[in-house]
């Protein structure tokens, strides 16, 4: 199993302005994701982090708006750039496999 | 293209009775079946795993079945407490993690 820590918990943000989420994972991973929950709605696959590399977007996410770092198996970060409060939702880092992944406690994002 | 689910949305039962939330899924080939309790503003937490070749998995009170030919699962919760009033998720893998909508459980008092 792995731990999953994520900075901050919460934050609430004005319109047009950025933040940045940070996920730690307490031993090597191969797979890092992050996941987005608006309210009432299911988790969505935003992209999966990759080491080294250019993250992997799912369809209707793009790196202009969610730019994705990974520097080492064990950290990555999530930026939501420009935020609108259509962005306010609960943002979730995962690792592990993409069978078997553990969840962090999340981000609630509030954009006013 | 892989749909999961949840039925019902949502569900209030008084304390000490069992209940079942049901999950369906659009495609079979899956690996594995989770089910996760996300308590309000927080992450998720799993439940119980059941691989493509298992037919349930057994935790305490919270046991979870999966017939993959039908495209269903079950979990069902024993002698329901307050504390196990939460949102109830169920998410299938193939080439990705697929979450259904969830199920929101209040238990009575």
């Known amino acids: 199993s792995a731990v999953i820590s994520q900075k901050p918990s919460r934050d609430i943000c004005q319109r047009g302005t950025s933040l940045t989420i940070q996920c730690q994972v307490d031993s090597q991973v191969t797979m890092m994701f992050w996941y987005r929950q608006q309210p009432g709605q299911s988790l969505t696959l935003i992209a999966t982090a990759n080491q080294g590399s250019e993250a992997t977007y799912e369809s209707g996410f793009v790196i202009d708006k969610f730019p994705i770092s990974r520097p080492n198996l064990t950290f990555s970060t999530l930026t939501v750039s420009n935020m609108s409060p259509e962005d306010s939702s609960i943002y979730l880092c995962s690792a592990g496999r993409q069978e078997t992944q553990y969840f962090g406690p999340g981000t609630r994002l509030l954009v006013l | 293209k892989q749909e999961v689910t949840q039925i019902p949305a949502a569900l209030s039962v008084p304390e000490g009775e069992n209940l079942v939330l049901n999950c369906s899924f659009t495609d079979s080939a899956i690996y594995n079946l989770q089910w996760f309790r996300q308590d309000p503003g927080k992450g998720l937490t799993s439940l119980l795993l059941?691989?493509?070749?298992?037919r349930e998995q057994t935790s305490g009170r919270l046991n979870a079945s999966l017939d993959k030919s039908s495209g269903r699962s079950t979990l069902y919760i024993a002698a329901s407490q307050p504390g196990d009033s939460a949102t109830y998720l169920c998410?299938?893998?193939?080439?990705?993690?697929?979450f259904g909508k969830g199920t929101r459980l209040h238990i009575l008092p």
């Open positions: 059941i691989q493509s070749s298992q």
């Open positions: 998410a299938v893998s193939d080439d990705k993690i697929i």
